[in-house]
Nanobody
Framework: QVQLQESGPGLVKPSQTLSLTCTVS??????????WSWIRQPPGKGLEWMGA???????IYSPSLKSRTSISRDTSKNQFTLQLSSVTPEDTAVYYC?????????????WGQGTQVTVSS
């Protein structure tokens, strides 16, 4: 059974960098078949895909967030990390990590429970 768990600060100040980690158990993030995404949901809005890292370690980003987003991984810990720079209150959301079951765009088969991040001074 694959499990994903997000971790990171729940409160970030404007202009700072948000950093979240997704710890994966029950499956390796280096398996080429899957892709590992970050997705967020602002209050009252739908899900927004932010980016992903492939089994090959190649990161891909949403064009709307690319200038502020960095996704990396630590294979020794089976974790992948999101960094979002220059945050504003509009970045307040529940942040999820998820595994895509196949090539990029394939449905997600496992999700983390989500973590609330609030951007406020």
């Amino acid at each position: 059974q694959v499990q994903l768990q997000e971790s990171g600060p729940g409160l970030v100040k404007p202009s700072q960098t948000l950093s979240l980690t997704c710890t994966v158990s029950g499956g390796s993030i280096t398996t080429n078949y899957y892709y590992w995404s970050w997705i967020r949901q602002p209050p009252g809005k739908g899900l927004e895909w932010m980016g992903a890292i492939l089994g090959s370690a190649t990161p891909i980003y949403s064009p709307s967030l690319k200038s502020r987003t960095s996704i990396s991984r630590d294979t020794s810990k089976n974790q992948f990390t999101l960094q979002l720079s220059s945050v504003t209150p509009e970045d307040t959301a529940v942040y999820y990590c998820a595994r895509g079951d196949g090539g990029v765009g394939a449905p997600y088969d496992y999700w983390g429970q989500g973590t609330q991040v609030t951007v406020s001074s």
